[in-house]
């Protein structure tokens, strides 16, 4: 598996309906989602801060993904409003404004990174410029001709975050972005979450591993479709008197348990 180098920041640029600099970048009231006779989402209520990176944790199955999917605007949901960046989730203007990665690698295996990145670069009517600036923010500018079906599980992830960063996004949503890395491919795109954080982009990152939460300066405690806690890795600790925040989570759900 190559080594990959640590990364410089990729500036964003703020689209031209952006939002008060003061006002979150997500902000989520009342969210419901119902499949079938199950309420997967219960009344989710959150603000997302601009600039920051912010942590969704819980274990699988709790709901990250289909937070992150109605963030988006691909979910249907039951009730609840969903305001990100200033205008109504899914709208139009945030085509360009909003960077989504899923689970999987949601690129084609069958073309090249730069062909992918050009493909994708159309459907958004970005500048062909951004294909080469994405796969530098990445470093996989030395991959740009390989095939995608190729590349190491780490390197697909990352020719699917530079198909998100095409359009300069002021905000990505990266869900469960470093399933199934090693720990230095890991730790490297930590470093390349925090220099996109560092030039202004805020980036809501969902894990199932509670070792990650001190990478983010906000963390999000899920669990059974709803949100725990809301609140920084420190904040966290000082109230429940954790060392850490796995063992923050359990106090958590505990207390939530018996009240």
Known sequence: MTTLTPVRPMPAVPGPNAAPEAAPAI???????QRGDRLVLKDVSLSVPRGQIVGLLGPSGCGKSTLMRSIVGVQIVAGGAITVLGEPAGSPGLRSRVGYVTQSASVYTDLTVRENLAYFRRLLGAS????????DAVKL??????????????????VSLAAA??????LLVLDEPTVGLDPVLRHELWELFRSFADAGTTLLVSSHVMDEADRCERLLLMRDGSIVASDTPDGLRERTGADDIEHAFLILVDQGASS
């Not at 989520?28 to 989602?33: E, M, P, Q």
Request: charged share 25%.
């Open 128 to 135: 062909p410029a951004r294909v080469d600036a994405a796969m």
């Open 27 to 33: 902000e989520i009231t009342g969210l419901r989602v």
């Open 165 to 170: 960063l095409l359009g300069e996004p002021e």
């Open 141 to 158: 500018g030395t991959h740009a001709d390989q095939l995608v079906g190729r590349l190491s599980g780490g390197q697909r992830t990352r």
